[in-house]
């Protein structure tokens, strides 16, 4: 069951780890939807509500906290009038990539197997 | 922002959806290390609370029947006496390598940098 992880036992706890590690982050229901978001291009709050589907404002602010304490977004102030508000992701999301690209990749999948067990 | 995930701006809304579906059925805190610690070798139910830090037996046990439902794990009863019941990784389990991977690579990278910061 562990040839293609190419891990002997001995390892497990360390991917164990390293896999606790990233959820630990970027895990729960929302940071990376949240991050998909922001590739497109910078948002202002109520984009990024509109394009994560089922957010609210109140877990959406809280995501964006730590998404920023955690470096992956930065708040953007344009101090005209009035003052425009934007999220911006830095360059430590897109060390994201991988992840992100292999979990849209299963996703596909995923749904395509469901759509043809109906 | 987007030039390494390959997607134009009208293809956001399915790699959005495509992350969603996936992160649907394996997201959450514990699914992912349930799956990586069955990946050593089939485990008991106590083997597996120990292997993954922090479960409890009753989120763990929600956790695996949703595992069965979703096709990642099976349930095997060995009928001697006393009975013993053993969970087992699918074949439809190995189709996460790619993610996992990329998650164990991107943790360890993430702690190294955390390291390096303190």
Chains 1, 2 share one sequence.
């Not at 040839?3 to 729960?28: E, F, K, R, W």
């Not at 590739?39 to 509500?49: L, M, S, V």
Request: aromatic fraction near 6%.
């Amino acid at each position: 069951m562990n040839t293609d992880m190419q891990h002997p036992v001995q390892n497990c706890n360390s991917v164990l780890g390293a896999i606790g590690d990233a959820l630990y982050v970027i895990g729960g229901k929302w940071k990376l939807r949240v991050i998909v978001a922001l590739r497109e291009d910078n948002k202002r709050f109520n984009e990024i509500q509109r394009a994560v589907e089922g957010i609210s404002a109140r877990v959406l602010s809280s995501e964006l906290k730590e998404l920023e304490l955690n470096g992956f977004v930065k708040r953007i102030v344009h101090t005209q009038t009035p003052v425009v508000v934007e999220y911006q992701l830095t360059g430590y999301a897109d060390t994201l990539s991988d992840v992100l690209q292999s979990l849209a990749s299963w996703g596909n999948m995923h749904r395509d197997k469901l759509r043809k067990e109906r």
